[in-house]
């Protein structure tokens, strides 16, 4: 016979049970913790492994801590802004993503002392982040243990990778898509009622014994960040782009102080990763009012059309969203705005990877700047090939093969400047690397600003219909480079820092900016 009360109690008993484990499943993320062996732990893991990995409350295993990772304009990578990327993880990396991730960033460069204390676990990437990234409980995901990032960390590490779209797919059954990156292949999976996940895989086409490219280099948060929104800085005030053209217009560009706060496009992202959205002015482009008024008449409107043609604005061809891909929208750009044009190329930042940037900044600066490079690119490109002669012991002491340096270094970039464009991220590391010991070799690394030079403001396009530049005298005139000597005056050396910007800017991949809007504001790097 029952105990009079002892049902209740049991009840009880089982309700503070099942209480807690759904506490218990809430606060670790995307399922209650199973039972991993310490073996595959440890493979998951890596150099992160030393963890504590116990016994938890109800004889479920506790989870492992794992590395709590930030990456947005605000917070920087784990509070560093220059970050140094490898192609390839380095040192002990284990199976999760996030560890072969905190292998592949690091936060200071990878010196030929540092990679063989890598080799020999003397250091680890949890040495080296130590202090900056404070650990927190792991999370599981069919066997997986995982970290937990925001949308805007996921879209940060996608700019300083250099990711772009392979696919994204979605379909009732969920969501898919595919980024292939400098640094790795980037895939999220999040099916239809379950947790968002993200990979990242270590590239399998190259192999550090093997790699002819110096083992790191440097990328800023900010600036990728602000490059992905359509944001250019000079130091004094910050002008962001407008979207890809919707039609063929014609439209004109005009500036909207502190007008992004207002706009639809890249604000939103801006906003998500802390940035001062009521701070930064605005281009605009503005249908032609006479031409957006259905009312008015035909014959009036290609009379106006025609005298808009005449006029001496400066006129771009820029792509546009309509559905054949061969039309081209026309922007007229006005004298106030064009200096803002040639303002913004000259304050692009110095980056020794190409972009993935906001698509709108891509397609005006180039249409603006195409003439003005293409004057120029013969004799750039003859410069580069000479350069990389002169200058071979500073190559190598860089961290470039000197097989490489002596062989094909050369007519790689030589053949990408005359290119104009691609999507390689190592001619990209070879052409800024060439020009880098050039600067130094000459002595002007202290004096040339390389984030804000002045050579497009003084090489100004002139304001016609026809493709027409007109140079300054001087430094700027064509031969230019024609110095077997390699003595270069600071203002050559100021626009070989320019055209070297807008080469990258070239070379560079659109990536969408909303793409936030096919993400949960959590996912699960596994």
Same mark, same amino acid.
């Given at each position: 016979?029952?105990?009079?009360?002892?049902?209740?109690?049991v009840?009880?008993?089982?309700?503070?049970?099942?209480?807690?484990?759904?506490?218990?499943?809430?606060?670790?993320?995307?399922?209650?913790?199973?039972?991993?062996?310490?073996?595959?732990?440890?493979?998951?893991?890596?150099?992160?492994?030393?963890?504590?990995y116990?016994?938890?409350?109800?004889? +479920?295993?506790?989870? /492992?801590? =794992?590395?709590?990772?930030?990456?947005? !304009? @605000?917070?920087?990578?784990?509070?560093?802004? &220059?970050?140094?990327?490898?192609?390839?993880?380095?040192?002990?990396?284990?199976?999760?993503s996030?560890?072969?991730?905190?292998?592949?960033?690091?936060?200071s460069?990878?010196?030929?002392?540092?990679?063989?204390?890598?080799?020999?676990?003397?250091?680890?990437?949890?040495?080296?982040?130590?202090?900056?990234?404070p650990?927190?409980?792991?999370?599981?995901?069919?066997?997986?243990?995982?970290?937990?990032?925001?949308?805007?960390?996921?879209?940060?590490?996608?700019?300083?990778?250099?990711?772009?779209?392979?696919?994204?797919?979605?379909?009732?059954?969920?969501?898919?898509?595919?980024?292939?990156?400098?640094?790795?292949?980037? +895939?999220?999976?999040? /099916?239809? =009622?379950?947790?968002?996940?993200?990979? !990242? @895989?270590?590239?399998?086409?190259?192999?550090? &014994?093997?790699d002819?490219?110096?083992?790191?280099?440097?990328?800023?948060?900010?600036?990728?960040?602000?490059?992905l929104?359509?944001?250019?800085?000079?130091?004094?005030?910050?002008?962001?782009?407008?979207?890809?053209?919707?039609?063929?217009?014609?439209?004109?560009l005009?500036?909207k102080p502190?007008?992004?706060?207002?706009?639809?496009?890249?604000?939103?992202?801006?906003?998500?990763?802390?940035?001062?959205?009521?701070a930064?002015?605005?281009?605009?482009?503005?249908?032609?009012?006479?031409?957006?008024?259905?009312?008015?008449?035909e014959?009036?409107?290609?009379?106006?059309?025609?005298?808009l043609?005449?006029?001496?604005?400066?006129?771009?061809?820029?792509?546009?969203?309509?559905?054949?891909s061969?039309?081209?929208?026309?922007?007229?750009?006005?004298?106030?705005?064009?200096?803002?044009l040639?303002?913004?190329?000259?304050?692009?930042?110095?980056?020794?990877?190409?972009?993935?940037?906001?698509?709108?900044?891509?397609?005006?600066?180039?249409?603006?700047?195409?003439?003005?490079?293409?004057r120029?690119?013969?004799?750039?490109?003859?410069?580069?090939?000479?350069e990389?002669?002169?200058?071979?012991?500073?190559?190598?002491?860089?961290?470039?093969?000197?097989?490489?340096?002596?062989?094909?270094?050369?007519?790689?970039?030589e053949?990408?400047?005359?290119?104009?464009?691609?999507?390689?991220?190592?001619v990209?590391?070879?052409?800024?690397?060439?020009?880098?010991?050039?600067?130094?070799?000459?002595?002007?690394?202290?004096?040339?600003?390389?984030?804000?030079?002045?050579?497009?403001?003084?090489?100004?396009?002139?304001r016609?219909i026809?493709?027409?530049?007109?140079?300054?005298?001087?430094e700027?005139n064509?031969?230019?480079f024609?110095?077997?000597?390699?003595?270069?005056?600071?203002?050559?050396?100021d626009?070989?820092?320019?055209?070297?910007?807008?080469?990258?800017?070239?070379?560079?991949?659109?990536?969408?900016?909303?793409?936030?809007?096919?993400?949960?504001?959590?996912?699960?790097?596994?």
């Open positions: 016979m029952n105990m009079p009360g002892s049902n209740s109690l009840v009880a008993a089982l309700s503070a049970v099942a209480t807690a484990t759904i506490l218990q499943v809430i606060s670790e993320g995307t399922q209650a913790p199973t039972s991993i062996p310490t073996r595959e732990v440890k493979q998951q893991l890596g150099p992160w492994s030393s963890s504590p116990g016994i938890f409350r109800f004889g +479920s295993p506790k989870l /492992p801590l =794992g590395p709590v990772i930030t990456a947005r !304009l @605000a917070d920087k990578f784990c509070g560093v802004n &220059e970050v140094h990327l490898a192609r390839l993880p380095h040192g002990e990396t284990g199976t999760a996030w560890s072969v991730l905190l292998s592949t960033i690091h936060p460069p990878l010196s030929k002392e540092t990679l063989l204390k890598l080799q020999t676990n003397q250091e680890t990437a949890k040495t080296r982040w130590a202090g900056r990234t650990l927190a409980p792991c999370s599981t995901n069919d066997s997986q243990l995982c970290i937990k990032i925001s949308r805007a960390t996921l879209i940060t590490l996608f700019a300083i990778t250099n990711a772009r779209l392979l696919f994204s797919y979605p379909s009732a059954a969920g969501y898919r898509s595919a980024y292939p990156s400098y640094c790795g292949q980037w +895939s999220i999976s999040w /099916p239809i =009622g379950k947790a968002c996940i993200v990979h !990242l @895989a270590p590239h399998d086409s190259h192999s550090a &014994e093997s002819v490219y110096p083992p790191s280099f440097p990328a800023r948060i900010d600036k990728s960040v602000e490059m929104a359509g944001i250019i800085s000079d130091g004094e005030r910050k002008l962001a782009f407008p979207g890809r053209a919707k039609g063929k217009g014609p439209w004109i005009k500036e502190k007008g992004f706060g207002a706009a639809h496009g890249s604000r939103h992202l801006y906003n998500m990763q802390g940035g001062k959205v009521y930064v002015d605005l281009l605009a482009m503005i249908i032609k009012p006479d031409l957006a008024n259905e009312n008015e008449n014959d009036e409107d290609e009379d106006e059309d025609e005298e043609q005449k006029s001496t604005l400066l006129k771009l061809d820029i792509p546009c969203l309509a559905s054949d061969n039309t081209v929208a026309i922007l007229f750009v006005p004298n106030h705005e064009a200096r803002l040639a303002t913004a190329i000259d304050s692009l930042p110095w980056s020794s990877l190409s972009w993935s940037l906001h698509r709108g900044l891509r397609d005006i600066l180039l249409a603006y700047g195409t003439p003005i490079m293409n120029h690119r013969s004799d750039f490109a003859k410069l580069l090939k000479s990389v002669v002169r200058n071979e012991a500073a190559l190598v002491k860089r961290g470039w093969a000197l097989d490489f340096v002596h062989g094909p270094m050369a007519d790689m970039a053949s990408a400047i005359l290119s104009g464009g691609g999507n390689s991220g190592d990209v590391r070879i052409v800024v690397a060439i020009i880098e010991v050039l600067i130094e070799r000459l002595g002007f690394d202290e004096v040339v600003d390389r984030d804000k030079t002045d050579f497009w403001r003084r090489a100004k396009r002139r016609k026809e493709v027409e530049i007109e140079v300054d005298k001087g700027f064509r031969p230019g024609d110095n077997d000597r390699g003595e270069l005056s600071r203002g050559q050396v626009m070989i820092a320019a055209l070297t910007k807008f080469f990258v800017l070239e070379w560079s991949l659109d990536l969408d900016y909303q793409l936030y809007h096919n993400l949960p504001v959590d996912l699960f790097l596994a």
